[in-house]
């Protein structure tokens, strides 16, 4: 007798949790059930709607739409009091929650990382770039430069208030025999050097000392204790990942185009991020005029006119479209590539329920080329903005980095594929 998963008795559990609270929307609201349910389908559908023309729109409209979004769900569960079934409709969500958490549990890990690691020869002449201002302080707060000199690494601070050409730094550097460079910096930094370091071959060591790390969390580090990256020097493995590369400049993470790219380019918006959206997402989501009309070729399929498009070194998870969330792999040698066009409401339905629907478009390629009928678009590489004369191209470089890591670090999480009915079904079916 074949025996059964532990992915089949989850995908059991999810149907038994899901079909439990069909019947205890049933049996609890009696006549009421299918009312209830089309109150509740229009309630999401309102709330959902007028987050967008809330996004989308100005003035009166604008918070006309914000009371709606926030009425709506209120009008749903004052429906299900005045029914004296309020609990029932609490037990209903907590139980399809529980179903769907049960249900992605059941879909099985992704697999493992296959990227190949060796053992990291110590460096005789490490050479690393730190930016005391860098994620609040960081720096001075964990003593980098003290652990990293203590290593018997070479240390350059970016004291400067003015400009400071770091490239000309880690250049000037491999000219005076270092055999590995790092940072301790943002993603912008990170990837400057990078790029010079896979340039020459050298290994590169990120410290994870910026504000968010989105480099430094994909490659396994520990984001709350910088210092912990400095054990690469004296106890390190070392694995090949991609690097992006947009016109001659690399990037680490991505390069964003259309909407994100207009709103971080905004001198306002370092100091009110949210407000800067806001007020700048009407015009951007309608067009604007020809300076945010894009195209892009990914391979050779064409993307027509989206007003917003991510192009990553390596693909993140699919639900993130945002690009601020994990990658998977650093190796896998493509360019991933997530496009929005929304142009009305119901396209914004899709793209929060799961981030699918027609207003998405996931792709990957080994290059993306993105054109405009303007001769310069803005570019955010990798969360600075610049300049780029149009058409921009972007490519993969397979394996360029020697990228140096401790081996004792927390790793990246193994992920999940996306949940498919199908699979589950067959699943709880077959019990493989």
Not at 92 to 109: E, T, Y
Not at 152 to 166: F, H, I, R, T
Not at 231 to 249: Q, S, T, W
Request: overall charge neutral.
């Amino acid at each position: 007798m074949k025996r059964v998963s532990k992915e089949a008795w989850l995908a059991r559990l999810a149907f038994v949790l899901a079909a439990g609270a069909v019947v205890v929307l049933l049996v609890f609201a009696g006549i009421h059930s299918v009312g209830l349910i089309g109150f509740t389908a229009a309630g999401i559908c309102v709330t959902v709607a007028c987050a967008y023309w809330f996004l989308a729109r100005r003035g009166v409209v604008r918070w006309t739409a914000f009371t709606f979004a926030v009425l709506a769900p209120v009008a749903v569960a004052a429906i299900f009091a005045t029914r004296h079934v309020l609990w029932v409709a609490i037990a209903v969500i907590a139980m399809l929650l529980a179903a769907s958490v049960v249900a992605k549990a059941a879909m099985g890990p992704r697999g493992a990382d296959s990227a190949i690691e060796r053992e990291a020869e110590r460096p005789k002449h490490a050479f690393l770039i730190m930016n005391p201002r860098s994620g609040g302080g960081k720096v001075g707060q964990f003593g980098l430069k003290q652990k990293a000199e203590s290593l018997g690494a070479e240390v350059a601070m970016l004291d400067g208030p003015g400009y400071v050409d770091v490239a000309a730094i880690a250049e000037r550097a491999v000219s005076d025999g270092a055999d590995l460079l790092g940072v301790a910096g943002g993603d912008g930094t990170q990837a400057l050097v990078a790029g010079i370091a896979a340039a020459h071959d050298l290994p590169f060591l990120c410290i994870s000392a910026g504000t968010r790390n989105h480099f430094a969390m994909d490659l396994g580090l520990d984001r709350d204790d910088p210092a912990a990256s400095l054990d690469a020097l004296r106890d390190g493995v070392e694995r090949r990942i991609d690097l992006g590369l947009i016109g001659d400049r690399t990037f680490v993470n991505n390069a964003s185009f259309g909407v994100y790219a207009e709103i971080v380019q905004s001198p306002a918006y370092r100091d009110d991020k949210r407000g800067t959206t806001l007020q700048m997402l009407p015009d951007l989501l309608r067009g604007g005029g020809d300076q945010h009309k894009l195209s892009a070729y990914v391979g050779e399929a064409k993307i027509e006119a989206p007003q917003a498009l991510l192009v990553s070194n390596n693909a993140y998870e699919f639900a993130d479209i945002a690009g601020l969330g994990r990658r998977d792999r650093l190796d896998a040698a493509a360019l991933g590539v997530i496009a929005i066009k929304v142009d009305n409401a119901a396209q914004a339905i899709g793209l929060v329920r799961a981030g699918r629907g027609a207003g998405l478009i996931s792709s990957s390629s080994s290059t993306v080329t993105v054109d405009s009928p303007q001769p310069e678009i803005p570019v955010g590489i990798d969360g600075e903005t610049v300049l780029m004369p149009t058409p921009v191209r972007c490519s993969i470089q397979p394996g360029a980095l020697r990228v140096v890591v401790p081996k004792d670090r927390p790793g990246v999480p193994v992920a999940r594929p996306p949940l498919s009915l199908p699979k589950l079904a067959h699943l709880a079916a077959l019990g493989h």
